[in-house]
């Protein structure tokens, strides 16, 4: 079984600096989806960011940013020019490739709440 | 767009009542829905997925008969909480998913049962 792991279950950072949430993850797969997912207050659960084992290069979405180092199975989030509107809980998670329907369910890290000092 | 509506937003009840939550995906149709219940500070731990038309397949430790998720069209998927009890108080969100291998999961903003 998949498991992720989110080592920070609190962070900080000062408006418009910049700020990077860790995430692991254990699987013996080779193709698989890795997303982070952001959960402000009014509880909706927003995706950030995705990206595709299979590619090398990292994902970016404006602000935000991955380092995805899959032989460290590895995958932070980078955000940049943090705003008062970032802060929510951060959820990293992980999806088998496939479209066996088995393999559609999403596993979750226990998050990172980040705040942001104005 | 991919919208997933849910309701409703937040329920009280009493011990013995059967609750109903309702997910639909307004602006997509929903190959795969899948319902996840979250405890206070804690991450989303998977309930159940649905496919249209089809059974659920509920994760190891949940309830079937506890737990009664129709998926009745490619729009719609309830959750029914059947005799509920002070225990079942949660935070209950769903998602829904396209048909295709990378398509992501889309979330409603999830309900808020207390049970009293």
């Known amino acids: 079984a998949q498991t992720v792991t989110q080592s920070q279950p609190e962070m900080s950072v000062q408006e418009a600096e910049t700020v990077t949430l860790s995430c692991t993850y254990d699987?013996?797969?080779?193709?698989?989806?890795l997303f982070w997912y952001k959960q402000p207050p009014s509880r909706q659960m927003i995706l950030v960011i995705r990206?595709?084992?299979?590619?090398?290069q990292n994902a970016t979405e404006n602000r935000f940013s991955v380092n995805f180092q899959k032989a460290a199975k590895s995958f932070s989030l980078k955000i940049s020019d943090s705003q008062l509107g970032d802060a929510a809980m951060y959820f990293c998670?992980?999806?088998?490739?496939?479209?066996?329907?088995?393999?559609?369910?999403?596993?979750f890290g226990t998050g990172t709440r980040l705040t942001i000092i104005p | 767009g991919a919208v997933v509506s849910q309701h409703p937003s937040r329920v009280i009840c009493k011990s013995g009542t059967s609750v109903k939550i309702e997910c639909r995906s307004l602006?997509?149709?929903?190959?795969?829905m899948f319902w996840y219940r979250q405890f206070p500070k804690q991450s989303l731990m998977l309930m159940a997925t649905s496919n249209e038309g089809s059974k659920a397949t509920y994760e190891q430790g949940v309830e079937k008969d506890k737990f009664l998720i129709n998926h009745a069209s490619l729009t719609l998927s309830t959750l029914t909480v059947t005799s509920a009890h002070p225990e079942d108080s949660s935070f209950y969100i769903c998602?829904?998913?396209?048909?295709?291998?990378?398509?992501?999961?889309?979330f409603g903003d999830g309900t808020r049962l207390s049970i009293l």
């Open positions: 990206q595709e084992a299979y590619k090398q």
């Open positions: 998602s829904a998913k396209r048909q295709g291998g990378n398509q992501p999961q889309h």
């Open positions: 699987t013996s797969e080779s193709d698989y989806y």
């Open positions: 998670a992980y999806r088998s490739a496939g479209s066996n329907f088995g393999n559609e369910k999403l596993t």
């Open positions: 602006d997509f149709q929903a190959t795969t």
